[in-house]
């Protein structure tokens, strides 16, 4: 017995140092990855309110194209022509919340045509937050963020010195999740080069940076390179992006987007590799032979105004600035996107138009105006609206503002009741469509914010509602246009800030003035809150309820202001929660009030996300309960199941109207290039 104990003795003897050598070894790498996951709370600023220099080079390279390339916003540039461009640009940033906030681009110079912008969507990807939740606004989920650990596994390899390496990758492939390595400080946690490699929105990319080395520099970038390549229906675009930050040289404000090149070789912080230099020279040499022998005038012409204004205007984004100083800036969308068009079971396919414009006095003022414009091949209706406001105090969200459009098509029974009566036996009332007013209002509102928790908003409203089908109403000599005139005001309650729910109350009364005779008064509340967990999930509720205290006699028309058909539909960054995407559009019209609950949960990996293959391309999912009390229906519920990706978004619906079975119904949205 003492010869076995001794036996056993020794065996342990001889694994416990290795054995202790592997839990200090899991030890360190577990203290390593905590120090990275903490080094950005342990930074005494954080990277807010940060300006800097930035020098970009870029070079696209043609592999294959075709036509379909025109059509992509910010590509039209390179969709003929040469197959190889470059360029240089030198702004200055200014950061808030991690992000971008403004940008000057006081250079530009390069071979793209008129300087224009192409492939702009790599731009996000020259300002990664490593430390942050996401590490390009609110996309791409960092392996280096402590709430998505779970997300990632790891493998820790510490080097020579004071380094560590970090490998990583992710559990599940997702276009939310990205891999790569990083080469740590060990004593620190800071990052000292970083690798990523992802594929997101049709742009397959490697990101090399090296981060800063001090304070909150440390936190961004000091410079990053941009390895990518873009498939999309044969076309086969190759990008090379460096970026250097922290430039020395500051320009002045007065040099905004020149295309000085002699003052960009004055800047430019690295030599030009070889490969740009030989463009460059082809494409002076070629820019001196144009000048030197024209091509024929009709060519000219036809090339000015058919490519590079037309085709230009049709297939891009139009955009740009005016004013002395840049302080107006306007943007056109295509008139050939196929972000304009989406369907709905009740409207079918739809087509939307926006031009949108502004202009700055100050930094706490500006004024802007749009022009939102829906079309609906179902209901033969086009649909508008022009909202103009002048902020006069944006700190405290001082605003004025009028919105003039066209709403609704309403129902308003008892106005059709009063003609159907008329003692005129020999109409046939029911083949005329009497049921439907058309409307026109023009609305106008003031807001302030009296503290953080405090909002008012006074207004007043303006309707014409015009009978569809006059023929009717003529016949019974009734009118055929029906005026309506009310003051309103909202007070708005957040509790805990703009973070929190945000409460409201709302009252409109209806008054006699000139034409306008509808007299009423309508209550309405709501309450709505978006929390927002970590690694994009968030939860949104809302409840509402409305209703009338009183109304005219002979002619009124029950329109809530917080309930109602969207009458021009957005994508999925629109929000579609707190809509109802299966009910019929009369039953916003018919009850002396209504009682709403709305709830949406949204997550990047959810249902369909972990199925292989399919799941790798789902970007975010989102499962819909909504629930509406109004006269008739106690309840109407909707279950529903969306989901996005980078070609499109589309949500599944379920309706039961008073416990019964009411139908399924989808809606869908094109999502190509939302963000090129």
């Known amino acids: 017995m003492k010869i076995r104990a001794s036996i056993v003795f020794s065996c342990v003897l001889l694994l416990l140092p290795n054995s202790l050598t592997a839990v200090a070894k899991a030890s360190t790498d577990s203290l390593t990855l905590q120090r990275v996951l903490a080094y950005k709370q342990g930074m005494p600023t954080t990277a807010d309110n940060t300006h800097t220099n930035i020098y970009i080079r870029y070079y696209f390279k043609t592999e294959k194209r075709n036509f379909t390339l025109m059509a992509i916003p910010s590509m039209y540039a390179i969709s003929r ?44 990807y020259l300002l990664p937050d490593i430390y942050g939740v996401t590490i390009i606004d609110n996309q791409l989920l960092s392996p280096f963020n402590r709430h998505n650990v779970k997300l990632y596994r790891y493998n820790i390899t510490n080097l020579t010195g004071n380094r560590t390496e970090i490998v990583f990758r992710p559990r599940r492939y997702n276009t939310q999740l990205v891999s790569g390595s990083a080469i740590v400080e060990r004593s620190t946690g800071r990052i000292i080069k970083i690798n990523l490699n992802g594929e997101y929105d049709m742009v397959n990319f490697h990101i090399k940076a090296e981060m800063g080395k001090k304070g909150v520099r440390s ?106 100083n840049r302080q107006g800036a306007f943007r056109i969308s295509p008139i050939l996107n196929p972000l304009s068009l989406g369907y709905s079971g009740r409207r079918g396919i739809t087509y939307k138009f926006k031009v949108n414009g502004s202009y700055r006095f100050s930094m706490n003022s500006d004024i802007s105006i749009a022009f939102n414009a829906g079309y609906s091949f179902k209901q033969h209706q086009l649909y508008f609206k022009v909202p103009i406001t002048f902020n006069y105090d944006k700190k405290k969200n001082g605003y004025i503002g009028i919105e003039i459009g066209n709403g609704n098509r309403i129902t308003n029974s008892s106005i059709v009741d ?25 609305k106008f509102i003031t807001n302030y914010d009296i503290s953080d928790k405090w909002s008012i908003q006074p207004g007043l409203i303006f309707h014409r509602r015009s009978a569809v089908d006059k023929t009717g109403f003529q016949i019974a000599g009734r009118p055929v246009s029906y005026y309506s005139l009310a003051p309103s005001v909202q007070l708005q309650f957040r509790p805990s800030g703009w973070s929190g729910p945000i409460i409201t109350a709302d009252y409109e009364r209806g008054i006699h003035a000139g034409k306008a005779n509808m007299e009423y008064e309508r209550f309405e509340f709501d309450v709505s809150w978006k929390k927002q967990f970590y690694s994009l999930r968030s939860l949104s509720l809302r409840f509402g309820n409305g209703f009338y205290t009183s109304r005219s006699k002979n002619s009124y028309f029950l329109d809530y202001a917080n309930f109602r058909d969207e009458n021009i539909p957005g994508g999925w960054n629109d929000d579609w929660t707190g809509e109802f995407q299966l009910l019929n559009r009369n039953w916003y019209n018919v009850s002396e009030y209504y009682v709403r609950t709305n709830a949406t949960y949204e997550s990047p990996l959810m249902l369909f996300s972990r199925i292989p293959y399919i799941g790798k391309l789902i970007e975010m999912e989102r499962i819909y309960v909504n629930m509406l009390f109004v006269e008739h229906l106690h309840p109407y519920v909707e279950y529903g199941y969306g989901f996005t990706n980078r070609f499109f978004s589309m949500g599944v619906f379920m309706a039961t109207s008073n416990k019964k079975f009411e139908g399924v119904g989808c809606r869908f949205g094109f999502e190509l290039f939302r963000d090129w």
């Open 81 to 124: 022509g040469r197959k190889e461009y470059a360029g240089e640009s030198y702004n200055t940033i200014y950061i808030k919340d991690n992000t971008v906030k403004t940008a000057v681009r006081h250079l530009n110079t390069g071979t793209i045509p008129k300087h224009k912008n192409t492939m702009t969507t790599l731009n996000r």
């Open 219 to 324: 936190l961004l970038p000091k410079t990053c390179d941009i390895e990518a390549s873009f498939h999309f229906v044969g076309n086969k675009i190759k990008a090379s992006v460096h970026s250097v930050y922290d430039n020395p040289i500051f320009m002045p404000d007065s040099i905004v987007d020149s295309h000085d090149e002699r003052m960009m070789a004055k800047v430019r912080p690295t030599p030009l590799p070889y490969a740009i230099k030989e463009l460059y020279a082809k494409y002076d040499s070629a820019r001196h032979k144009a000048d030197t022998a024209r091509l024929k005038k009709e060519d000219n012409m036809w090339k000015k105004i058919f490519w590079d204004s037309f085709g230009d205007y049709v297939v891009n984004r139009t955009k740009g600035n005016f004013g002395t």
């Open 418 to 442: 009063q003609v159907k009566n008329e003692s005129l036996d020999s109409i046939d009332w029911n083949k005329m469509n009497l049921d439907y007013f058309k409307d026109f209002y023009v």
